[in-house]
């Protein structure tokens, strides 16, 4: 954890150390979960460098993108003009610890909202859910554990994947740390699937992620 580090600082220390962070590419679990949704409003917690919020935008929704890093916004907003969507969205800088954005959205979403700073992910996500308006979609995606397995096919817990201290809750846990009115939400999607890349030392590391996928019905 690097709790003597603030959030903002960390975030954009990360993103000067190279041009580009992230692949640019929406994450997979956006496009299956939101593809045949209407676009309306959308809220996207921890932009990062705009790969969703651009993608969103592209499909005609009208994005508040929100992320700690100003090193990020600025990049995310000059690729958004390159892609033409620049109009659609509203960078907005905020650290969600402490403020968050105002309004209803048919849709918020909160990507990989994971930190080794100081982050209390469980509020931050108790007010994503108070975001959503009546008849919109409330989509969270998240990192689960991940291990590697050795010549004989055995299996080692891999702590070194970028989150280790860090708690990542299964789709389950989250919905009950949302504590959400049975009455007002519908859950669609609760699962957990893995995914396979090759680690910084060569390793294939298999990875647990997420999906909770709820809609708030009143």
């Not at 969600?96 to 930190?115: K, N, Q, Y």
């Not at 700073?117 to 469980?122: I, V």
């Not at 291990?147 to 860090?166: F, I, M, V």
Request: aromatic share 6%.
């Amino acid at each position: 954890m690097h709790d003597d580090v603030m959030p903002a600082e960390f975030w954009d220390t990360l993103y000067s150390e190279r041009d580009q962070y992230w692949t640019g590419e929406p994450n997979a679990s956006l496009v299956r979960e939101v593809s045949d949704l209407v676009p309306g409003r959308a809220l996207d917690l921890g932009c990062g460098e705009g790969g969703d919020a651009i993608w969103l935008a592209g499909r005609g929704w009208r994005v508040t993108a929100v992320d700690i890093s100003q090193v990020a916004l600025e990049r995310a907003a000059r690729r958004a003009a390159e892609t033409g969507v620049a109009d659609l969205i509203d960078w907005e800088l905020h650290d969600l610890g402490h403020d968050f954005p105002a309004g209803e959205f048919d849709l918020v979403t909160a990507a990989f909202l994971h930190s080794p700073t100081d982050l209390p992910r469980e509020r931050i996500l108790r007010r994503a859910a108070e975001a959503v308006a009546p008849g919109g979609t409330l989509l969270i995606v998240g990192h689960g554990a991940a291990h590697w397995q050795d010549e004989q096919g055995e299996r080692h817990e891999h702590s070194g994947a970028g989150h280790a201290d860090l708690a990542l809750p299964t789709p389950g846990e989250v919905l009950r740390s949302l504590d959400l009115p049975d009455a007002q939400w519908k859950v669609l999607v609760s699962e957990e699937y893995e995914q396979i890349h090759t680690a910084q030392d060569g390793r294939q590391l298999h990875r647990t992620n997420n999906t909770l996928k709820l809609a708030r019905i009143t």
